[in-house]
């Protein structure tokens, strides 16, 4: 696998749990402005891992997504924190967690694949400021 693939690939898993986690949470979450916010926060990963999914397709190279295994770890990880605490202040805390490892691959693979062709390194780009921004707009629900 290239760089360009491994990098897409990058994009497709980080946006695929962003997809998967927010809907997990739009079943939990009650409070109604938090619940609106996510709603963005969904739609904006949806929109990534689509760009993600056509970009690889285009290459030639079939999306590898997350694990099954993965899956299940996470879907009983966020059930498990959730259960006691489904406040917007603690879900809020749990999504900066997983923003900043986010940012923190997306920045690795950015300097890993310095040679990725530009239109897949913008879309790394558009990822990590999205990352980015998801961290500063939910310190306003801690």
Known sequence: MNGNSEML??????????????????GIVED??????LESQFNEYKEIHGAAQKALNENGQDEKGI??????KTYLMINMETM??????????????????GIIDAIKNLKKYNDAEPSIR?????????????????????
């Open 9 to 26: 690939n990058f994009v497709f898993q980080n946006s695929q749990m962003g997809v998967n986690t927010i809907k997990q949470l739009l």
């Open 84 to 101: 006691t605490d489904k406040t917007p202040s603690h879900i809020s805390q749990m999504l900066i967690i997983g923003s900043n490892m």
């Open 32 to 37: 109604k402005n938090f619940k609106k916010y």
């Open 67 to 72: 694990s099954t295994l993965d899956k299940i």
């Open 122 to 142: 913008k879309l790394m780009e558009k990822l990590l400021k999205f990352e980015e921004d998801n961290v500063q707009q939910l310190k306003q629900f801690l």
